[in-house]
């Protein structure tokens, strides 16, 4: 796989975890359907990964830009599982 082409893609996975991230953020507390929203936009994310995972090998996984959305695809994913914890309890 291209090093551009590799970028590019962990690029568009990265601004979809900041999208979601900013869902959470706005969600919490309140609007549970923002929360599905970066649920949504998290798996995108997630699959985007996945792929350029398998079609770059270990020059994706050992790439520092994967491994930082790896990171932030894991801890914004335990975001959204809290906000919808605290939502539940608050509801």
Excluded at 8 to 34: N, T
Aim: charged residues 25%.
């Amino acid at each position: 796989m291209a090093e551009e082409n590799l970028h590019f893609q962990l690029q568009e996975v990265s601004r979809q975890i900041q999208a979601a991230q900013h869902d959470v953020m706005q969600a919490q507390g309140k609007d549970p359907q923002l929360l599905q929203q970066a649920k949504e936009l998290l798996q995108l994310a997630e699959d985007a990964l996945q792929s350029t995972r398998e079609q770059a090998g270990t020059e994706a996984t050992e790439n520092p830009q994967f491994q930082q959305a790896a990171e932030e695809l894991h801890d914004i994913r335990q975001q959204v599982q809290e906000a919808q914890q605290n939502n539940s309890d608050v509801l």
